[in-house]
């Protein structure tokens, strides 16, 4: 049978169905028997929550599985306490304080209309507002903080709600969640409401917390994957969780088609070619702007694929010496100094190569990193489908 097209028979029909429901890259998990890892986060986040007059703050890249861990959160405490309330709310570019507020009110008191108008929202209003409604007690979660355009004002007046509500012991823990950055903003210049909030870094995932992901899954499908498929699955997310879920999603369905309920070198192959065809616009663009050259034979693809095999430190930079290695296994030839591919680094910094790297730091101490973290495992991918470079010459 030819391995594309849709399953042929019913069975397969319910199995192919199936493996999108566990497999979700482009959707947070809210089932707990899908949630993987991330059990010191959990730990002390619902620290957080038991301890009143206490909030807590997640942070980490885009990608990462903060909204995944919001939501198990949610289903953990409900199941533990009778009198519980939870909102969980996702920001807009147009929200200030107040339409956040309202947001959250129109949720928490289950109704379609406030009666804001007459009020002025500010941090007291808020307080006392929440002290009316909850009995037990609550979580409001508001997620996708970054997205929001933080001014002064804005955030005087959510530390301040923070404050206030801590100050007065109030059962409600507030959990802000947003990339590094925006939650950085939020309390650099309010320090004063640090210790009512505790921040949780979201690292990326481990290799054990991205293969128990795939275990999970498998189990959960009845299919099984060959070693070797899941440690390249592994490598190629680079720790970002929605990796792990596209390649095994397809891969799995690769396999679901040549009905085998084992995956092999050979799905995970389609897969790849698959998650590269449908890559995000964004992503393939500024890949093909980057490499782009008029002449058949060139090299901006390797050194591009190198910079992504990169050693990286913890914030994903790397140095033009750290290409060094990756380029000789790629291109078969030993490089001892960095003066053939530096200008290519230079480049990839520039408009004219869509900027797909970033440069910090002073001359002959720059450091690299890529602009997009989800660009990396899609260059390897490329690279993979490209036959720029196989499975094997990969992890070595
Ligand atoms: N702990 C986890 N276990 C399994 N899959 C996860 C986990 N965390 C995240 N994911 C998956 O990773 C992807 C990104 O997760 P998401 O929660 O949306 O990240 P963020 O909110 O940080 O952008 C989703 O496909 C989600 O299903
Ligand atoms: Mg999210």
């Known amino acids: 049978m030819a391995n594309s097209g849709i399953p ?26 899908l949630f993987a890892g991330r059990v010191n986060q959990l730990n002390r986040i619902i620290g957080a929550v038991s301890q009143r007059g ?14 995944s861990l919001a939501n198990v959160l949610l289903k953990i405490l409900r199941g533990s306490q009778e009198q519980f309330k939870s909102v969980i709310i996702n920001c807009d570019s147009e929200d200030r304080f107040e339409q956040l507020w309202c947001k959250i009110f129109l949720e928490l008191e289950n109704t379609q209309n406030l009666d804001f108008e007459q009020h002025q929202v500010n941090p007291e209003f808020i307080r006392l507002r929440l002290q009316r409604q909850i009995v037990g007690s609550a979580i409001i979660i508001v997620d996708e903080m970054d997205r ?22 109030a059962n409600v823990t507030l959990i802000l969640v947003g990339v590094a950055n925006s939650v950085e ?34 189990d959960l499908l009845s299919m099984t994957m060959d070693r070797e498929v899941i440690q390249s699955i592994v490598f190629l997310a680079q720790g970002l969780p929605n990796y792990v879920h596209l390649l095994a999603l397809y891969a799995c369905q690769s396999a679901i088609r040549t009905n085998s309920s084992n995956i092999d070198a050979n799905h995970l192959t389609q897969a790849i070619k698959q998650a590269c065809e449908n890559a995000q616009h964004s992503i ?31 914030t994903g930079c790397f140095r033009a ?28 910094c520039e408009e004219s190569r869509g900027k797909i790297l970033e440069k910090k730091g002073v001359e002959r101490h720059y450091r690299f990193r890529f602009v997009n973290a989800m660009m990396p495992p899609y260059i390897m991918m490329e690279g993979l489908r490209t036959e720029m470079i196989n499975l094997e010459q990969f992890q070595s």
Request: proline content about 4%; hydrophobic content about 40%; overall charge negative.
């Open 54 to 67: 206490q909030h807590a703050i997640l942070f980490g890249e885009r990608g990462v599985g903060k909204t």
């Open 148 to 169: 929001l355009k933080t001014d002064a004002y804005f955030t005087a007046f959510m530390a301040d709600t923070i404050k206030t509500l801590s100050d007065h012991s």
């Open 8 to 33: 042929e028979s019913p069975d397969m029909m319910v199995r192919f169905m199936r493996s999108g429901e566990i497999f979700t890259p482009s959707a947070p998990i809210d089932n707990q028997a």
């Open 284 to 314: 393939i663009s500024t890949y093909s702007t980057s490499i782009y050259s008029s002449r058949q034979e060139t090299i901006y693809p390797k050194v591009l694929l190198a910079c992504a095999l990169a050693k990286k430190d913890d």
């Open 321 to 348: 010496v750290d290409v060094r290695e990756p380029l000789s296994r790629i291109l078969g030839k030993e490089y001892t100094t960095t003066s053939a591919f530096n200008r290519h680094l230079n480049q990839f």
């Open 185 to 218: 903003e939020l309390i650099a210049e309010h320090l004063s409401i640090e210790r009512a909030l505790i921040q949780i870094q979201m690292p990326r995932m481990s290799s054990e917390e991205l293969t128990e992901i795939l275990l999970k899954g498998l």
